[in-house]
Each structure stands twice: as C-alpha cells, then as structure tokens.
C-alpha cells in the first residue's frame, strides 16, 4: 500500500522556520522524483520544490526560492522541506508528490499558517 504522509506543518510567525517532512512507503522511494506542492484557500495548487533522483538536481518556485531548500534521506524515504523567513503569503497546505513516468502518488497535506 503506498502512503505519503506529511507532517511538521503548524503555525508561525512572520521571519519564522518550519521544517515539513514526507514519510514514503510501499513504493521504491529512490527512483522517484520528489516534490512539495502547495495550495492556498480560493488560488490553484503550484509546485514548490522538486528534488530527483539519481543525482538530486533541485527545482525551486520563484516564489519561495532562497528561503527554502528541499532534501531527502533514501535510506529512511523521506523528503524534506526546510522554509525559513516565512511570510503571511506563504500560509497553505503543502503536499509532497512522488512521480516516476507515468506513476504519481501524493500526501494527504500538511496546514501552514504564517500568522502573528
């Protein structure tokens, strides 16, 4: 059964970090490209950060590029999002992504809430 289960989402002031995680299972986690989406109320979802594998070459949004970097541990299959110097533009779900050719699966989200 393939799960993607996020966590590490919650609520930060403005200027403060979070770090998200997305726990794989039941697929061959290594040879899928990894990605974290995010998806604000009443705006369309955008893509975030993508990291792929072999090699690790990283993609990132305009938007948040310089404030966040994306990492994974094959040996634990997980992905990683550090965001620091959040903004209250930056509150949404994020979901990670796995792709591979034709195959995708996703998580389920976490809720980021950048708010004073």
């Not at 369309?44 to 404030?67: C, F, H, Q, W």
């Not at 591979?100 to 976490?110: A, C, E, K, P």
């Amino acid at each position: 059964q393939v799960q993607l289960v996020e966590s590490g989402g919650g609520l930060v002031q403005p200027g403060g970090s979070l770090r998200l995680s997305c726990a794989a299972s039941g697929f061959t986690f290594s040879m899928y490209t990894m990605s974290w989406y995010r998806q604000a109320p009443g705006k369309e979802r955008e893509l975030v950060a993508s990291i792929s594998n072999p090699g690790g070459s990283t993609t990132y949004a305009d938007s948040m590029k310089g404030r966040i970097t994306i990492s994974r541990d094959n040996a634990k299959n997980t992905v990683y999002l550090q965001m620091n110097s959040l903004k209250p533009e930056d509150t949404a779900v994020y979901s990670c992504r796995a792709t591979l050719g034709f195959r995708q699966y996703w998580g389920q989200g976490t809720q980021v809430t950048v708010s004073s």
